[in-house]
């Protein structure tokens, strides 16, 4: 079932669920639906199947089509990726998460090895482009420039593999998991073409009220954004580090997001550490000290902390 981005299809689901409320569906432990943006075989799709064994996926056109699936009770869960090993976090999708009311409930962190995918019978020296998510392609640079192909971006990997696969391109290849290539029937004519050997993506998986469950019993750690209105960046900076640093509170990463973001705020960063401001008062209090020298502060969640890079293909 793909949804559209802004769509509500929370109708259609009742019809697969009966109608039956959400404390009822986690009583007798139903399946989730986990939203994702792309087609079947995506990245992301694989880390909710990673993160949710069993679980059903949505597919969703967009990231925020996905996310919107959750606020609107048509997904349990949506998987967004947030940065990779080779260019950093994906701080446009921090702007998603801000801008709509989920929590983080989980993370998830896959060994992503490209593959070069195309219809049988196509040799790479018959390639004219390649299609891909544009930061699969900017991650196979120096793969694309050796084959000096034109590159194409399109809205998802596995997606690039199901235009290729429909459409009959003998010409052109796809960067993507061996698994689309599986379910579209292409073949992989080589693999492994990402610039740098390690390469893997950190992803998020939120919810309406962030973590149930699972890994409850874990060491937590929290994801929050900080913003502040005046343009001293060093002052905001010190005054973050010395909230967590003065009650012995880990920071696992400190990121600005660039460019003007919620509007009227000069600078905004993506702050995570270790601990729970649910579970822990040191934490708490490092937060409430951050919150009042801040113009705003949103915490997008607390859950298990799991530093695990898991394996797909
Ligand atoms: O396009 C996909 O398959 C995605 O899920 C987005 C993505 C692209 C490249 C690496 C990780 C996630």
Not at 25 to 49: C, D, T
Not at 106 to 113: A, H, P, S, W
Not at 192 to 203: I, K, P, S, Y
Request: aromatic fraction near 6%.
């Amino acid at each position: 079932m793909a949804l559209t981005h802004g769509g509500n299809g929370a109708g259609n689901l009742d019809k697969h669920r009966g109608g039956v409320k959400r404390e009822e569906r986690e009583m007798w432990n139903e399946k989730w639906w986990v939203a994702y943006q792309g087609v079947p075989g995506a990245y992301s799709e694989l880390a909710a199947r990673t993160a949710c064994p069993g679980c059903f996926t949505l597919p969703c056109r967009t990231l925020t089509g996905a996310v919107l699936a959750v606020e609107s009770g048509e997904a349990d869960r949506a998987v967004l990726p947030v940065e990779s090993t080779m260019d950093g976090t994906a701080l446009r999708n921090y702007d998603i998460l801000l801008r709509h009311d989920v929590r983080v409930a989980r993370e998830i962190t896959l060994f992503v090895r490209y593959c070069l995918l195309a219809l049988p019978g196509v040799r790479k020296a018959g390639l004219r482009r390649v299609m891909s998510h544009p930061v699969a392609l900017a991650h196979c640079g120096r793969a694309l420039a050796r084959l000096g192909v034109d590159r194409e971006p399109v809205e998802d990997t596995a997606g690039a593999v199901r235009l290729l696969s429909t459409r009959r391109m003998f010409d052109a290849a796809a960067i993507a998991s061996a698994r689309a290539g599986e379910i579209y029937g292409l073949d992989v004519i080589d693999e492994g073409v990402q610039d740098e050997a390690w390469n893997t993506t950190r992803f998020l998986i939120v919810s309406r009220d962030g973590e149930v469950g699972a890994g409850a019993r874990a060491p937590k750690k929290t994801s929050m954004v900080v913003a502040h209105a005046g343009d001293d960046a060093m002052a905001m900076l010190r005054r973050v580090l010395s909230a967590f640093a003065s009650r012995g509170v880990n920071l696992t990463k400190l990121e600005w997001l660039k460019g003007r973001r919620l509007r009227v705020f000069a600078r905004v960063m993506v702050v995570d550490f270790e601990g729970s401001v649910e579970e822990e008062e040191n934490v708490r209090e490092a937060v409430k000290e951050v919150e009042e020298s801040a113009a705003f502060v949103r915490v997008l969640g607390c859950y298990a902390s799991d530093r695990t890079v898991y394996n797909l293909e």
